[in-house]
Every structure is written in C-alpha cells, then in structure tokens.
C-alpha cells in the first residue's frame, strides 16, 4: 500500500499526538462490498392500451456491489451498482390477472452519501445511506432497450471481522421513473388541479456480503 509523504507527514504527527487516535482513524479509505440479494416487485399504471392498465417488474435475485470512499470518521462518498435479471409483465384489465410479455437485465447505479452512526473504533456500524443515479433496462425480443433516472434511500449495518475484512447488510428503497400519466394533485388547503404525475416503479431491495477495506 502507497502512502504519499504529505499523507506520512500528517500521519506521525497525528502518531505524535494520540496514538491511540490513528489506530481507531485507520490509513484504510476504500471499500468494496459485492453482494447478492433480493428485488421486489414494483409496477406503473398504463393509460394508452384498452386492455392493458397496469405494467409490474417482477421480484427476482439481485446481485452486484457498493464502492466506497472515507471522506470523515462517519462519512463516505458511496457508487452502487446493482443488476436484477428479472422480467416485466402486464395486466388484463378485464380479469386483474398479470402476463410475463418480456425478460429484462435492469442495472442500476446510484451515486451518494453513506453516514454511519458509530466511531471508526467500534466493529459494528449502523449506517443511513441514499444516492441519485440511473437504471437501464436490457430488454429481450424486439422490446426497445431503456435509461431512466432513479434513487435510493436506506441503510443498514456493517460489521468488521478484522481491519481489512467485513461483513455488510444492506435495505433500500430503490424507485425508478416510469412514465406520466394523467392525474389530480391537491394541495394542503384542498384546492385540486388535473395535471400530469410521475409514475415510479417502487421496488425494495435488500442485499447481503462482504466488505474489503484497503
């Protein structure tokens, strides 16, 4: 591991200062924590088919991994990517009854901050995290392939097995735009207005795997 000499020449006065201070801060900035899990369904309503009104993301496997820099003691600059190989169905109108139509591969990458909320020294690290990002969707058969802007917010807990080693938990809402339909808004006084709304695919997902610091 290369250390630059204005870092070394922090570092001993900092060893000057408080030893027992720079074997809690630690040299380590990096982190890289691969992981596999579980993605929720999420669907959007349809407004421009007769028989279809609504289309779903299926739930399926996810796996991929979070990459993470030290900037504070608790904070770190956080790149998540994240892969559901899953499908997209739609449903009869009619009958309620939903029908796979097509196989999709959606990666998502998010970018943005994750605050843990106990000291470097302590092994067992709850954390509060979030970032903005895109999801791009891989579709199957002649279904055009699609970029849309998504985020996530969530948290979890990591725990250190050693300096170098961990093991990391981790929950998140993770809604991806879907498409504008026609809709009312009201606001807190009770006037209400037809507009356009947003429409999400508001899936969950909730992973598990280790963490490599260096």
């Given at each position: ?78 790149l998540m990517w994240n892969r559901n190989t899953t499908s997209f169905s739609e449903r009869n109108a ?67 097995l050693s300096r170098h080693v961990g093991l990391r938990g981790d929950a998140r809402f993770v809604p ?39």
């Open positions: 591991m290369r250390i630059s000499v204005p870092l070394l020449c922090v570092g001993l006065i900092c060893l000057a200062a408080s030893a027992p201070a720079k074997a809690q801060y630690g040299w380590e900035k990096w982190e890289v924590a691969p992981f596999v899990g579980f993605e929720t369904s999420g669907s959007v309503p349809v407004t421009n088919s007769l028989t279809v009104d609504r289309l779903r993301v299926n739930s399926g496997t996810s796996f991929g991994t979070f990459l993470d820099y030290k900037l504070t003691e608790n904070t770190q600059a956080e009619a009958t309620g009854i939903y029908s796979k139509v097509f196989n999709s591969d959606i990666d998502q990458f998010h970018f943005g901050l994750l605050y843990m909320l106990r000291n470097d020294e302590k092994k067992l690290r709850p954390f509060i995290a979030g970032g903005l990002g895109f999801t791009h969707n891989s579709n199957s058969g002649n279904n055009s392939d699609r970029t849309a802007f998504s985020y996530g917010l969530g948290g979890g807990v990591k725990y250190y991806t735009y879907g498409n504008r339909t026609p809709g009312i808004i009201c606001d807190p006084f009770g006037f209400c207005a037809q507009t356009r709304v947003s429409n999400y695919f508001k899936q969950g997902n909730f992973t598990g795997g280790l963490i490599f610091r260096f």
